[in-house]
């Protein structure tokens, strides 16, 4: 079983150290969270709609924790419009006329992960006015670590536009291999309704798992949505295929092999309100590539048509995966000294982790005979067993050369050579156990090497990956990186 352990380092680690220290940029504050409430259109004397309220990190991939969340929705502006009802509230909210208060003691927003619903689940809006009717739903959300966050909506009452759209084919298959660029096989969409359709919007999404490759001046890519507008006017019963190539590529450190799903759907342009909404709620950017266009194809072939949405199944071929590697840790000190024990995990690749629900983890097991004084920002203690904790990297994307570490506060209670384990729990679907996924932890007393010093806090070095990768720096899509050992420290408060 091979094993990383945190050791002591001279002089030349300290110089290492302090250039790392004094190059370093500080991390960017996080922008309060983004409320998400949509422009939505009703039907005169037609049924009752509902959207999903929820609320998001900026930057998506952001970590998060709200607590005393307090949420006003103020329906006032909707008099003469449109009746509201709060539907399935899972937080204690109360009504006083055309205003609700919900309350929630704590909230952890997280984009892919059903905690991000804020205190309800559907706001439903039943139209009481006539075709032209208009009005407004503001929602305010409170809480300790972010203030006041706002967000308004139009709800509008108008006619009714028919979605007259049809795809050839609910799914299609392209293979690639990690790294490739490929085209996406759309089958095209047909109007299959009697009237003219006056422009269309091709939406779509965007993981870190699948990026656009070429970027079009006629569509909009946020963080993880996107869309594509068309003024091309669509005859009844003729098929419309992309003039142009909607391209994509896939990641290098990609693990494989792997199926990847995504979709895409075709709205009429008059019903897109909501859809664009959300890609403009991420700050998108238009592309500058060219503009991707429609062609009319004629009639159609006796090919089925379907919703109007697709799915593209991608096959990544090869083999490839991560190696997720347990830190331990070295540490010398007297009895009743406290000492830093730091632990951690690193990727030693090639492959990356990627997707919610495979973040990283490790169980650590601190020796019998400490005391652990703190615990680190990411780490959870075991209630059963005062010595054990769950240390978690929540990130969309876990690179190769990657490490994080835990350092735990720890005070010595027994003298001797005492023992105690890190071991990283592997995600098989992404990641392979090589061996190396267990270290030691080891903590010398008096007799065994301590300082003598009584409470002194011993230099215990840092992997050897991060002293040979200081000073390789890489600036690539707008965030600067280590090439060699990137190193994250989780902080905790003494």
């Keep these: 079983m091979r094993s990383h352990r945190v050791r002591r380092?001279?002089?030349?680690?300290?110089?290492?150290?302090?250039?790392?220290?004094?190059?370093?940029?500080?991390?960017?504050?996080?922008?309060?969270?983004?409320?998400?409430l949509e422009d939505m259109t009703l039907e005169p004397g037609g049924p009752a709609k509902s959207q999903f309220i929820w609320v998001s990190p900026n930057p998506v991939n952001a970590e998060l924790t709200l607590h005393d969340v307090d949420v006003t929705i103020d329906t006032t502006g909707l008099a003469g419009v449109a009746t509201v009802k709060l539907l399935n509230h899972v937080a204690t909210c109360t009504t006083t006329g055309p205003v609700y208060t919900c309350q929630d003691d704590i909230l952890r927003p997280r984009i892919g992960d059903m905690t991000a619903s804020i205190l309800l689940t559907d706001l439903s809006f039943t139209p009481v006015g006539a075709a032209g009717a208009q009005g407004q739903v503001k929602i305010?959300?409170?809480?300790?670590?972010?203030?006041?966050?706002?967000?308004?909506?139009?709800?509008?009452?108008e006619e009714k536009v028919e979605s007259a759209l049809a795809v050839g084919g609910e799914f299609t298959v392209v293979e690639t291999k990690p790294g490739g660029t490929f085209r996406v096989p759309l089958d095209g969409v047909r109007n299959e309704g009697e009237?003219?359709?006056?422009g269309v919007v091709l939406t779509f999404g965007i993981t870190p798992e699948f990026q656009p490759a070429r970027l079009y001046t006629n569509c909009e890519y946020g963080t993880t949505l996107g869309y594509c507008h068309f003024d091309t006017k669509l005859q009844p019963g003729t098929v419309y295929a992309l003039a142009g190539a909607l391209t994509a590529t896939v990641p290098a450190d990609l693990p494989a092999p792997l199926q990847l799903e995504h979709g895409f759907g075709w709205v009429v342009h008059a019903l897109s309100g909501p859809g664009i909404q959300k890609v403009r709620a991420q700050n998108p950017k238009r592309g500058t590539g060219g503009t991707l266009t429609l062609t009319a194809q004629g009639a159609p072939s006796d090919t089925e048509y379907h919703e109007a949405h697709q799915t593209v199944v991608v096959r990544v071929g090869g083999k490839q995966s991560a190696d997720i590697t347990a830190i331990g840790a070295e540490v010398q000190g007297d009895v009743g000294s406290t000492v830093e024990v730091e632990v951690g995990i690193e990727n030693s690749g090639p492959a990356a982790v990627y997707g919610p629900g495979s973040d990283p983890r490790a169980t650590v097991t601190l020796p019998e005979g400490?005391?652990?004084?703190?615990?680190p920002q990411g780490c959870?203690?075991?209630?059963?067993?005062?010595?054990?904790?769950?240390?978690?990297?929540e990130d969309d994307v876990y690179r190769a050369g990657t490490s994080t570490t835990w350092p735990f506060p720890v005070r010595i209670d027994k003298a001797g050579t005492l023992t105690g384990t890190v071991a990283v729990a592997v995600n098989q679907s992404v990641a392979q156990p090589t061996g190396n996924d267990t270290a030691e932890i080891v903590?010398?007393?008096?007799?065994?090497?301590?300082?003598?010093?009584?409470?002194?806090?011993?230099?215990?070095?840092?992997?050897?990956?991060?002293v040979t990768g200081v000073g390789v720096l890489l600036l690539a899509g707008g965030a600067a990186a280590y090439v060699i050992g990137r190193r994250r420290r989780a902080k905790f408060t003494a």
Excluded: F, W
């Design 380 to 393: 959870t203690a075991d209630a059963k067993n005062k010595l054990r904790y769950v240390c978690v990297v």
């Design 443 to 466: 903590l010398n007393g008096p007799g065994d090497g301590g300082s003598g010093g009584g409470g002194t806090l011993p230099i215990t070095g840092a992997p050897i990956a991060l």
């Design 195 to 198: 009237k003219v359709v006056d």
């Design 140 to 157: 305010t959300m409170t809480s300790r670590e972010q203030g006041t966050v706002v967000q308004t909506a139009t709800i509008s009452v």
């Design 370 to 375: 400490t005391t652990a004084l703190d615990t």
């Design 9 to 36: 380092y001279g002089a030349g680690l300290a110089a290492v150290l302090g250039l790392l220290a004094a190059t370093a940029m500080p991390a960017a504050a996080a922008a309060k969270p983004t409320l998400h």
